[in-house]
């Protein structure tokens, strides 16, 4: 390979090559990883870490989100499934085996129990330190990482909340109190509108939201008493954000703009901090999954460095971490190869190109400056609606948030339906060629093997039996969990006790288990029963009036209103689909039974049967369906209930809907059955099949 002349070799006269501007540092380049076990999930952080990956980015399966053991009956099906089971201290040394956390930076996607996974990390970094013969004082003083701890999204989106909002808040401000004074380099809370854009919100819902819960936290902390008044500039220098970027890269960037002018606001006019440095919108960022397509989802590649480019493009708005999702996401689990295609797409960005060797790009634009301005005007409206309202957890208490964001996402949902919304390769452009990327799609996804699950909760019930076997172990293990319960009780901060609890070798169930014990469970609102869909007071017009009238006829041939369960079995708190099935159905005429979230297979079918419902519907994106389907048609016909159908939606492979079917499921629906109107029909023509009627025939038009 011919090496570059030196300026002393080239002809004399020859112009020196012009010198190149300096280039920013990159943000940190993550992918979000995590399955099956601890110690396999430490071998992919490994090989990603060895790619150029320059900070971790943990994904926890649904069992360590929400607080259970891996045998815990609402556990089952899903250990493992959408990220790494970490059921106690053993299982964090483990994960983290051989990464000297002094010198990584981790962000950790875990809210209810992050109070938990922070202290076994601690604890984990504090046993490295000894075996380095270093100070592990020391040790935790320079972690640096994040804990995404935002509880209020968890209520409107994702579903792994384990506490009413109350004490959950007291939990994060306990947390923010103590990792400013102990772990000064870490984020306590990572105020996370990215799953509010997953759930429907639009731009100006997605920042009033997410600044309405950082000033929740920050009220609380607050008023806590916890941190000096002259210390709260520490506070808010540590508040970060995790925010989504969707296709509509113009209006992203700018919403990221708008983003930074009014957190500098808030944080200057509200909590009077003066320092420029502490009051900068520091944020991380995966870009859009919600748009992510199973119709050619090749096309996926390009959705994501357009969204990618949203939170990049301006310097003065740029993320100061990005993890980006893979191609086949809509498909299910990626593999690592995928993610590590989604890893090259930054790489190439930060290093290739030229994008981090100039200012901010946007600077004096007019357009860009007139769309801000109009972000910033909406959510200045929407906050002062909420604050109006007691705040953001009387927000969610009311169920004015939820029920916002589902009408949002319905509102979506029709315009796609009705082609006002193009998404290529689904509703339009959808002739395509076949696709090697797909042809097995088997193989085109990762999966998890079934033994994962049982090798856990055979792991668990090892781990428990051989600390209780251990009087001294024992007696630790039962003191730490009262001292828990007690300071729960009392009022006092939790992470001391918390601290106690994992070196105790407490696990992940009992931990929260205590909490529950304490602070109570809790349902948050649906959202469904708001003001979302079609007025009643409307006529329905094209493919939903003629859906409401073949509801409407067979009712009549069945003498009774059409009933329909729609259930979300297991832990997957991923509703938003669910919820549209739900409204969609109201709107169709159906009478709908929708009870939420976090239910067993028996509380389904007991509802089924106390409805005498005329379908089941079942939701599930977790992975989770071959294990928990079944058990559903089982309890259906152990009640006398088994002629009633059974539909399907979720991210299932087509081999898995074979055998779905196989095993009696009427229907299975995935991402690419976009058309809800359709899916509607699809329900009377099975409930018309199940009961014995004729199939109606259409009028001609």
């Known amino acids: 390979m011919a090496e570059t002349p030196s300026a002393a070799a080239r002809p004399q006269g020859e112009p020196d090559a012009p010198a190149r501007p300096t280039r920013e540092r990159p943000w940190v380049i993550r992918t979000y990883a995590g399955h099956s076990s601890a110690a396999a999930s430490n071998a992919l952080y490994r090989r990603n870490l060895e790619k150029g990956q320059t900070g971790l980015s943990v994904a926890f399966d649904l069992p360590t989100q929400t607080g259970y053991d891996p045998d815990h009956v609402l556990s089952r099906g899903e250990v493992g499934k959408v990220g790494v089971p970490i059921s106690h201290i053993g299982d964090m040394s483990a994960l983290f085996e051989g990464i000297p956390l002094k010198a990584m930076n981790t962000s950790m996607t875990i809210n209810a129990t992050a109070m938990w996974m922070l202290a076994m990390y601690q604890v984990t970094a504090e046993a490295q330190a000894e075996a380095a013969g270093e100070d592990p004082s020391a040790w935790v003083a320079a972690l640096t990482g994040t804990t995404q701890n935002d509880i209020i999204k968890e209520y409107l989106s994702r579903g792994t909340y384990a506490f009413p909002p109350a004490p959950s808040l007291r939990l994060i401000t306990d947390m923010i109190a103590y990792t400013v004074s102990q772990i000064p380099k870490w984020n306590p809370t990572n105020i996370c509108s990215y799953h509010l854009q997953e759930a429907g919100a639009t731009p100006v819902q997605e920042i009033a939201y997410s600044m309405c819960t950082a000033i929740a936290v920050l009220d609380a902390v607050r008023d806590s008493g916890q941190v000096p008044p002259e210390r709260f500039g520490e506070v808010v220098a540590r508040i970060s954000f995790f925010v989504n970027a969707g296709v509509r890269f113009v209006e992203e960037m700018c919403k990221m703009r708008a983003f930074v002018q009014l957190w500098d606001e808030i944080t200057q006019e509200r909590y009077a901090v003066s320092d420029p440095v502490a009051r900068r919108f520091r944020y991380g960022v995966q870009v859009n999954s919600l748009g992510l397509t199973e119709a050619q989802p090749e096309n996926n590649v390009q959705r994501i460095v357009l969204e990618m480019l949203a939170v990049t493009l301006s310097k003065d708005a740029r993320a100061r971490a990005v993890q980006l999702p893979a191609w086949n996401e809509a498909l299910g689990l990626p593999r690592p190869w995928d993610q590590q295609w989604s890893l090259r797409i930054q790489q190439v960005l930060a290093f290739e190109s030229d994008l ?346």
């Open 356 to 701: 981090l060797e100039y200012d901010d790009l946007f600077n004096g634009s007019v357009v860009v400056a007139a769309k801000v301005r109009e972000l910033v005007d909406g959510a200045r409206a929407e906050i002062a609606r909420v604050q109006a309202m007691g705040g953001a957890v009387a927000a969610v208490e009311s169920g004015y948030m939820k029920s916002a964001l589902v009408a949002s996402h319905s509102l979506r949902r029709q315009r796609i339906e009705a082609g006002e919304d193009i998404v290529v390769g689904l509703n339009q452009f959808t002739s395509t060629e076949p696709n090697p990327l797909t042809a097995d799609l088997d193989t085109a996804i990762q999966t998890v093997d079934p033994a994962v699950e049982q090798a856990a909760v055979a792991a668990i019930r090892a781990w428990r039996h051989t600390r209780d076997s251990d009087p001294a172990a024992k007696a630790r293990a039962d003191a730490a969990l009262a001292r828990l319960k007690a300071d729960a009780a009392s009022g006092v901060n939790l992470m001391p006790a918390t601290l106690e609890c994992a070196r105790a070798k407490l696990t992940t169930g009992e931990w929260a288990e205590a909490l529950r014990g304490e602070f109570g469970e809790y349902r948050a609102p649906t959202g469904v029963s708001g003001s979302v869909g079609v007025s009643s007071s409307v006529t329905p017009a094209g493919d939903l009036a003629r859906v409401r009238a073949e509801v409407a006829r067979t009712g009549e041939d069945l003498g009774e209103k059409l009933r329909v369960l729609v259930g979300k079995p297991g832990l997957d708190g991923h509703s938003n689909g669910a919820e549209q099935i739900a409204v969609r159905a109201r709107d169709a005429g159906f009478e709908v039974i929708y009870q939420g979230i976090r239910l067993t297979p028996e509380q389904i079918v007991a509802a089924a049967v106390a409805e005498d419902v005329h379908l089941v519907g079942l939701s599930i994106l977790s992975g989770s369906h071959l294990e928990l389907v079944p058990d559903v048609l089982r309890g259906l016909r152990e009640a006398g209930a088994g002629e009633v159908p059974v539909v399907v939606g979720g991210i299932i492979p087509e081999s898995d809907a074979a055998t779905l079917r196989a095993q009696g499921v009427a229907a299975v629906f995935t991402p690419k059955d976009f058309g809800l109107n359709d899916i509607m029909g699809r329900f009377v023509e099975i409930i018309r099949e199940s009961r014995g009627l004729a199939p109606l025939v259409s009028e001609p038009a």
